[in-house]
């Protein structure tokens, strides 16, 4: 049996963007008598608010798209988190980094630290390693860091980390996608697993959860592929199932511009009150993602 998951942040209202990933993941576990999950990422705790968990319950439920099961809120899962970067401590991959933001935009731009050119990854500039081999104190607020090369190493080369997209990234990357050790230390680099404020960073928290819900398919935004790798080295070092991914196009407004949080008129509840039909507003979101409708 399939499972899909939708997993939005209630950090704001839902748009026609989410209405396409959700409604698209919702119709292929409908096709295929599979379930579909709700998930709500909060673990940014400085960012969510109360009503936006109620606005996406509603939102989801007017347009149709009824989900199986309890919704699990991430902030209930924080132990579970914890246990998985324990485990990455344990083997020697991870570091505590005092770095600030400004210190890592510092460190790049500073040319004794040879990174100039540093690459752009998912999580932002690729981190310059100022901290990877000094003992950072555990007393002031640090992050951890997973030590990306060390990581790497720790895979056997005859284990070869592959995943199975049946979308496709933004440059049309479909098909089995080899996680490639030289672009991830270049580009992507030793990414936060639990920032300096003590929250667990999002690509921990997935993949934890993706096996913990069974979810066997991942239909998410374009915008989220570059991540994936990441998401597929953590798998095989905490022994994680490997879910089918399926990335699709974003969905953008008439300038072309890909629509956020702040873009409020294209709020789903924007077109509600004005009227429209759940499917009219399903229509309008395939459009915006160059996708014809698929039948319902
Ligand atoms: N929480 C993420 C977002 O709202 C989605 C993460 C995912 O689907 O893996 O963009």
Redesign the pocket.
Known sequence: MITERF???PTGPLHLGHAYSAWTAWQAAKENGGRFLLRM?DLDRSRVRPEFYRGIEEDLTWLGLTWDGPVLNQSDRVAAYQAALQHLNKAGLTYRCGCTRRDVAQAISAPQEGSSGAGHGPDGPVYPGTCRNKNIDRDAPYATRLNIAAALRAVPSTDPMVFNEIGAGPDGQTGAIAVNAAQMITEVGDVVLSRRDGAIA?HLA?VVDDAKQGVTH?T?GCD?FAATPIHRLLQKLLDLPVPIYRHHPLVRDDNGRRLAKRDDARAIAAYREAGLSAEQVIEHACAGAEIAPLTR
């Open positions: 997993a939005p942040s990422e999002y997935v991942v998410r989220l």
